[in-house]
């Protein structure tokens, strides 16, 4: 095991953790950042972070999302919950569609590491094309399958996509 994914297993791993997400779509592109998982995996997804105890649902996201992305955000509906299980990670995943009421896009840090060992590698607007491109194993499980932009508002509910590694 690398010194990486050693430090993403010490941080977020061996625990169940609740996270919350936030997507974004600004003319038909979706706001996805790039997270560095080894030396040679990456993961995209959308903003979003683990949940600080006595914050409520709405505080933590709107937090994660400045920290990572620099903008402002106001949370609209509520859209669906994923589990996500690939050992050692566990996660009760919440995502919400939000919209930008302020600040300048940047890529942003991640401030429960150090500077040398930010897992934010890239912050863009994708389209659906771009997204297709990316293999699913470096993307979030939930934009595996997804057709049209307009998908994400039809989700509802609860999902796992299978991609347990536990049975």
């Excluded at 903008?71 to 996660?91: G, K, R, S, T």
């Excluded at 194993?137 to 536990?166: A, C, Q, R, T």
């Amino acid at each position: 095991m690398g010194n990486l994914e050693k430090e993403l297993v010490d941080k977020f791993g061996g625990r169940l953790r609740t996270r919350v997400n936030g997507i974004l779509i600004r003319d038909n592109h979706i706001l996805m950042i790039k997270h560095k998982m080894s030396e040679d995996r990456f993961f995209w997804n959308v903003p979003g972070g683990g949940m600080k105890f006595g914050s409520s649902v709405s505080e933590n996201l709107i937090r994660e999302f400045k920290e990572e992305t620099g903008l402002e955000i106001q949370i609209n509906d509520f859209v669906c919950a994923h589990e996500f299980l690939e050992p050692p990670l566990h996660a009760i995943e919440l995502f919400f569609t939000v919209e930008q009421v302020g600040g300048q896009l940047k890529m942003g840090l991640d401030p429960e590491l150090e500077l040398g060992e930010q897992l934010i590698t890239e912050i863009d607007y994708l389209n659906l094309e771009k997204l297709s491109l990316i293999k699913n194993v470096e993307k979030h499980p939930i934009f595996w399958g997804i057709k049209s932009l307009n998908d994400v508002g039809k989700w509802n509910g609860y999902f796992n996509f299978e991609n347990n590694s536990i049975k």
